[in-house]
């Protein structure tokens, strides 16, 4: 079944190109293209396109149908085009007529744009709540471990002294940086195309606030062309999204790369969670960590993949934007992955102690003694140059502490301000309205 059929047929093999993946991954959007309906019909019998019996059966078999999706027992048949049309479809099935009616006032293109917009709310809440739990995890992290002292480096050579605090700390900031990112895609898609039709309106009176409240939109795409304009930019700023976390957990699993390498040492992983050689009794890889960085590096090509099927398109929906789907859907997946797979590895990460008494550690404390020369009153060219010429002479001594105290530094990590920040940037998301909209909905 096609919504858009009359009395001609479609050549199978044209059939087969166009529709694609659409069936594998419309059961994705099913939920939501319940929901979009329930929300819709409200609509129409508030303008008297409905009867209210009407109303009352379809949102009883919407009900029951959403029921089924979450059970795992619903289904897109076979020649069905899509999940618009087999819900309508089996609407129709069930109480005649009045399935036919639901389209009354909407396009596919305003449908599937809606129930993008609600995927994309529903999968990036469940990303923001996986980056919080890494960013608490990388938290308590920074203050078990604020005392242990690391090398710190620039151009890969030895630096300054930095700390395991301070490291992890840098990562859960870094969290809250990317989180800015998911919030900004949020609120792109909450906001609703629903009544955009196929992107030029509708002559029926349809009542647009309504179902932006209805299912709990913070505001709607009011013109109705950028609303069809939205679809492939909305697509694009959440990616964005996502391969910003995607940036910072590949830099981080890089880092752990290195720093379980025997040249450094710096941690371990316990055998659990570490892979052999077919070959090498001795090998311990650290083969998760790999695949984060390779799966986190593919995902920050996401942007650019979307951009390029977006950028020689003309205002107005073109079937190019159906394969936005493709690259998308498994990009969730995929990072939901990653994210969960380092909340779970990281806590079991064994930190090795003392590694700064290693001799070939010792001149990371050299800006350390310049700067005590400083305090004492010498200017800081001279103490540049007295510390280097004792490096020279075989003759620098080790401060005998590092005294770090300025904010985010060794000794004041502020972990406590990064995380007011990153409750304020929870709170923005304000997930409670659309679960409140949806329990309305539903009548739960």
């Not at 030029?200 to 009176?205: D, M, N, R, T, V």
């Not at 109705?224 to 699993?253: C, F, N, P």
């Not at 005998?400 to 304020?424: F, R, W």
């Not at 409670?432 to 309305?440: H, K, N, Q, S, T």
Request: charged share 20%; aromatic share 8%; hydrophobic share 40%.
């Amino acid at each position: 079944m096609k919504l858009w059929q009359k009395d001609t047929h479609t050549a199978k093999e044209i059939e087969r190109f166009t529709v694609g993946k659409d069936p594998e991954l419309d059961m994705e959007l099913a939920a939501f293209d319940v929901l979009g309906s329930l929300a819709h019909t409200r609509m129409l019998q508030s303008i008297g396109l409905l009867s209210a019996e009407e109303l009352e059966l379809l949102q009883a078999e919407l009900r029951d149908i959403y029921g089924q999706i979450e059970a795992g027992a619903f289904a897109i048949e076979p020649g069905m085009e899509d999940i618009h049309s087999q819900v309508e479809l089996e609407l129709t099935r069930r109480i005649g007529e009045a399935g036919k009616k639901i389209h009354s006032g909407r396009s596919r293109n305003d449908q599937v744009l809606l129930d993008l917009k609600l995927y994309f709310r529903s999968q990036l809440q469940n990303i923001v709540e996986q980056v919080n739990a890494l960013f608490k995890e990388l938290q308590q992290l920074s203050e078990r471990h604020k005392d242990v002292l690391l090398p710190g480096y620039t151009h890969l050579q030895v630096a300054m002294p930095s700390s395991f605090g301070l490291w992890f700390g840098a990562y859960a900031e870094s969290l809250t940086d990317d989180m800015q990112l998911l919030l900004a895609a949020y609120k792109i898609a909450d906001k609703n195309p629903l009544g955009s039709a196929a992107g030029y309106g509708s002559s029926f009176p349809l009542n647009r606030q309504l179902t932006t409240d209805l299912l709990g939109f913070a505001t709607m795409n009011y013109n109705v062309v950028y609303a069809q304009m939205g679809r492939g930019k909305t697509e694009k700023i959440v990616s964005i999204g996502l391969g910003s976390v995607a940036a910072t957990l590949a830099k981080m699993a890089m880092d752990l790369c290195l720093y379980m390498s025997q040249n450094f040492g710096f941690v371990s992983l316990p055998d659990t969670l570490t892979t052999g050689s077919s070959i090498m009794p001795h090998k311990k890889n650290p083969d998760v960590l790999e695949l984060v960085r390779g799966k986190c590096n593919r995902l920050q090509a996401l942007p650019t993949e979307i951009a390029m099927l977006l950028v020689n398109l003309p205002s107005g929906y073109h079937r190019d934007l159906q394969v936005l789907k493709e690259s998308l859907f498994p990009a969730f997946r995929e990072l939901q992955d990653c994210l969960g797979i380092l909340t779970y590895v990281l806590p079991q990460l064994q930190i090795r102690q003392d590694i700064l008494k290693e001799e070939k550690y010792k001149y990371l404390f050299s800006v350390d003694a310049v700067n005590a020369l400083v305090l004492d009153g010498a200017a800081f060219r001279d103490a540049y140059k007295a510390v280097g010429q004792s490096i020279e002479a075989g003759t620098f001594a080790v401060p005998a502490s590092v005294t770090h105290t300025h904010e985010g530094s060794i000794g004041n990590l502020c972990n406590g301000q990064v995380a007011a920040q990153m409750d304020k940037l929870l709170q923005e998301f304000n997930f409670e309205r659309v679960e409140e909209a949806y329990r309305l909905l539903l009548n739960r």
